[in-house]
């Protein structure tokens, strides 16, 4: 038990550090819609008869039926947006409408769409959220002359990771709700209200953490063993669900019951985590990554290489089947639980601690809290029993545990969720890849995440599992070229490699009206600064609006079309030859070791931007220290 001197001080320099404004701004519209409280008994599995057709264990060797019978209508569903998308953004010399068009019966022949949204905490959702109102055609004024409304709609896929996973959650379990919309929402929905510290939740619950624990409680009491990624995963309901306490009843598996879903008129969600073998803390290039789609939880990786019916997770699988002695349990897949996990990094509070020279009164008080949870592999996500157990014996590692252990999906440095969307069996042309990562100590990208994803798809034989990924250079040539302070294209070339890769349109995170480099792990944001992170999100995958480069919208549609205009051997318009010229990246490397990158502000400040923290890694044990203590002194 710690002394209150230390909790009092770790509230201290957690509160301290994240104190920021109290004013409320927004409109208030009708609620948002919003997913379904899917689960038999709130936020605690429950034990129920099974289907007559008993779920199993799937291999990875191709898409699920699901996925297969989505896909048909979703592509259809994507024909008109993106015609109405390519007539908009002036491909001159081709008329984009009258091709796509032309293609809509084999649409297979027709560009297929992705979007990833980097880690990063809150920094990471904001300005993701940015991209994604750019891209939205129900954003206000975003499908003008020359805007990228729409490009979301023509979008097969939408993957997220930690911070990313909050958004795209967020979103889904709204009803594929708009950003727009959420932020109209805030003073009634109470989503996205982020002046509410999640250390302290909303200023309308009295009993916060009390409610936290009572959930967490339920879960145990009926035998499954908790983490803290528990009680983390329902802290984060309370912002991004619109319900009650956070919406406990409500599964990530719910997503594919929406009709809007079924009928294909949105992308499909993904959420990424990353395996962890018991008592390991750093996490490998070669670890197993695992994705969470509305219908499963598994991996195309070649180690466990399946996938488990998402609903009926909690089940007591073994070698790939539910023995018929075993009933099967639903509710285990609760939306905060997934958004947690992608999340959750407390057990890289170990490796920050040893990593720094301090030996003062607050490391101390950390070591000893999440030590003690650490010993029972607690400081992570535990998926028990293990739907993986006895499956793949040869080659999973997990394979005679009875827990699977999931982290936060960006320890293994592939802080953007693209693992999903280079599965050759998804064959997606184009990803936009939104990066919010804290690569360099300025907290701005420097091209890690392309950098550790194209080292691991360099072993095709081994992990990379007949993947591939466009080559990159190294982060010391993303900074020295400027390749991490403007849009670049990867893969431009497919000729370069032998297997189908897709073509990656890389979106850094910079100040173009705002210093979006905000810690991870600030906690509290006013309106204001929520908002101008925000814009700056929407700045930087629009070039601000085309100011910066008035063809840059033409140059979206080219890397739109690329790999289809591949396919149907139609001749690349002159236009995006140039295009291609201006944004591919050409394989120019400059591997000096940079000067500390401190990007000026491109243009004009949205607002007075939020000041970083003196010391990160202090900074990040606090907070975890300050949760901990939260939930022990209840």
Known sequence: MQSPGLISFAWFILIVSCQASNSVHGVANSAIRRALPNAPDGYTPEVGNCPSSRPVIRTASELSPNEVSWLEKRRNQTVDTMSDLLGRLNISGFDAQTYITKNAENVSNLPNIAIAASGGGYRAMLNGAGAVAAFDS???????????????????YFSGLSGGAWLVGSIYVNNFTSIQGILDNTTTSGVWNLEDSILEGPATVSDYYRQLLAAVEGKTDAGYNDSITDYWGRALSYQFVNATEGGPAFTWSSIALQQEFIDGKMPMPIVVADEREPDQLAIALNTTIFEFNPWELGTFDPTTYGFVPLEYLGSSFSAGTLPQNEDCVRGFDNVGFVMGTSSSLFNQAFLLINGTGDANILTNAI?????????HNNDISLYEPNPFYQYNNETNDNAQSPTLFLVDGGEDQ???????????????????????????????????SMVASYRRSLNPAGIANGTSFPSVPDQSTFVNLGLNARPTFFGCNSSNTTTPTPLIVYLPNYPYSYLSNVSTFDLEYNNTERNAIIQNGYNVVTMANGTTDEEWPTCVGCAILSRSLERTGTEI????????????????????????????????????SKATKPSATLYTLAFLCAFVIGLSTV
């Open 414 to 448: 592939q802080n953007i969720p693209l693992h999903p969307l280079i599965q050759p069996v998804r064959s997606v042309d184009v990803i936009f890849a939104i990066d919010s990562s804290a690569d360099i100590e300025t907290q701005w990208p420097n091209g890690t």
């Open 138 to 156: 129900r954003t206000e004024n975003s499908t003008g002359p020359g805007q990228l409304g729409g490009l979301l709609q023509s979008a097969t």
């Open 367 to 375: 070591t000893a809290i999440l030590g003690e949870i650490g010993e």
């Open 573 to 608: 318009p002159m236009v995006c030859q140039e295009c291609f010229t201006r944004y591919c990246w050409n394989g120019t490397l400059n591997s000096t070791l940079p000067l500390l990158y401190t990007p000026e502000m491109a243009g004009t400040p949205e607002a007075e």
